[in-house]
């Protein structure tokens, strides 16, 4: 009798260790992550409008955009959020236009637009009327006539024959890469060119997922 308790007594402490042994572990979950940025007053609730420079107005230029401020100001908008206004690369474009996110000068113009001067006017009066204005920034990669390919291109990616190389499908553009530690001071004096001279506001960053924080 007692053999037959004891036995019992081994079974069931054999069952609660297998059971314990199965049942999952606890999942430690992480503090979230706190950012130390102190984002400006003016980027809270904001009136976001994005401008397609070329398709914005019959005339596809600055001057189509400047006319029509008081329209958006009327609108409500307070923010205007510029596609990429710089010139685009030949070489290898797409379609007869080319994409804005090819870039062949980060610190011009799209002559298409307008000018340098004209640029800086339509930022000062959309200031004067109380807008702040953004520009895109196009990190990840440049146009394949950009000058960095021929005056840097170590700055760029390079396939196992030494070949430049095309972020997806994007083939009318060319990976940057950012181990080359020069390519960060490259890009930070151009977005200070566009604050210093032009007075724009911020950035919106495109594709910045394969661009180091």
Known sequence: MKEHIFKIIILVIGIAVVAASCRPKPVSVPEPLKSTVV???WTRNMVLYEINVRQFSAEGTLAGVDAALPRLKELGVNVLWFMPPYPIGEKNRKGELGSYYSISDYMAINPEFGTLEEFKTLVARAHD??????LDWVGNHSAWDNPLATDHPEWYEKDSVGNFVSPFDWTDVIQFDY???????YMVGAMKFWVAECGVDGYRCDFPGLVPE
Do not use: C, E, S
Request: aromatic fraction near 12%.
């Open 39 to 41: 984002h400006a007053d």
């Open 129 to 134: 009327m109380g807008f702040h204005v953004i």
């Open 179 to 185: 181990t080359a530690m020069p390519l960060w001071d």
